[in-house]
């Protein structure tokens, strides 16, 4: 599969991500089946967080996988932490306590990426530094990134973090597209144009942060998919029309066209359907013209000025 570097460091990773939230819901050889196939499609990148089925779907990938040290040196592991039940915690014990139980689920030495998930308002950004300075000396994290976190937020973290912030997690799906649709109504009195994130494509691109797109067939906040869905008519006849063109699935198509967008995205997929993430991967061949990009963002509702 394609590869990009993530972020500013030397880490090659595919463009496809695979989520793992909904792991813990297979069987065990289901799960073995499943992460088989990512492997076969080049799909070696795994997004874990430690809340997803409350750890374990951490524990489930690890068994599949058969974790092993010439098995953790062909793969790429992320996982996300600092969502506590009712709250969010980005202090130091907190951070460290969770990477110990991430790896201890993994069963492996290190992360190559942890991300801190929601963000703070109580956050200490010394705090943080501390907790990323240990585990990166400790060698239990390599890379650190961030999740639905805007610019600001982020250069508060960067007051005191030394290490890179290679990547941001973000919903972003051609019907949840705020973040790319309020560039085009600069200062136009319309929904479109009403800033939520603090230009934070933009910033991640002039910060050379990989963007890694979550919910990437959902709309609203996960209300469902817009793909056969008849809410979204013009949306489906468009993908579908460009689908027959390239003789792929319009899960490729949604897909690709994420990938399009210049800001090198790394789209992560939630599905436990083998066929389905096979379509995703399909995506990383696939370069849309401009003209389809834009009438695909269009046929979702978009505005363009």
Known sequence: MRTIKLGVSTLEVPVIAVGCMRIGSLDKPQAERFVQAALEE???????????????????????????????????????????????????????????????????????????????????????????????????????????????????????????????????????ANMISQGFNVNMENHSAVNRDGSVLDFCRLHDITIQPWSPFQYGFFEGVFLDNDKFPELNKKINEIAAKYEVSNTTIAIAWLLRHPANMQPVTGTMNIERLKDCCKAADIRLTREEWYDIFRSAGNILP
Request: with cysteine; charged share 25%.
């Open 42 to 176: 080049g799909a070696n990148f795994f997004d874990h967080a430690d809340i997803y089925g409350k750890g374990k779907c951490e524990e489930v990938f690890a068994e599949a996988i058969r974790m092993s040290p010439s098995v953790r040196d062909n793969i790429i592991l992320q996982s996300k932490c600092g969502i506590r039940p009712g709250m969010f915690d980005f202090s130091k014990e907190h951070i460290l306590n969770s990477v110990d139980g991430i790896l201890k689920r993994l069963q492996t030495d290190y992360l190559d990426v942890l991300l801190l998930h929601r963000p703070d308002t109580l956050v200490e950004p010394e705090e943080v530094a501390e907790a990323f300075d240990l585990l990166e000396r400790s060698g239990k994290v390599r890379h650190f990134g961030v999740s639905n976190q805007n610019p600001m937020q982020i250069q508060l973290l960067k007051k005191s973090v030394k290490q890179p912030i290679v990547a941001n997690q973000l919903q972003l799906s051609v019907t949840n």
